[in-house]
């Protein structure tokens, strides 16, 4: 899990991808956090994704660097502990620029669960890391 963290971090902009009903969404994110020993995304309840995810847990993660990237699906689970939300901030002050709280209504953090990070290139054989 550290290597998916470190891929992601290294990143700083990777794309998610949800759904809604039959339409496929992607949109591009920033934040990656490790808490717990889980891996952490953040958004706002109020955007599309969080409802998306909501109604279907199921995410994509697509980052790329150079000529090397990561696919990593998992389920988008909500932790709704102000620590988990904090240690986010703490992690991204450019959050709390952004109106986000570790107390609010709006701000979510979701763990990573049954995932499968799968690391490509274009000159080695594919790498998977299940967490």
Known sequence: MQE?????????TYFIATSEGDQPRVRPFGTIDLFENELYIQTGKVKNVSKQIHANPKI???????GEWIRVEALAIEDDREAAKQH???????????????DDDNMVVYYLKNATATFYSFTEAPKVIKF
Do not use: Q
């Not at 994509?60 to 150079?66: D, M, N």
């Not at 992690?91 to 109106?99: N, T, V």
């Open 4 to 12: 998916v963290y470190v891929f992601l971090k290294k990143c700083e």
């Open 60 to 66: 994509e993660i697509c980052g790329l660097i150079g």
């Open 88 to 102: 986010m901030l703490d992690a991204y002050p450019s959050l709390l620029e952004r109106g986000y709280k570790a």
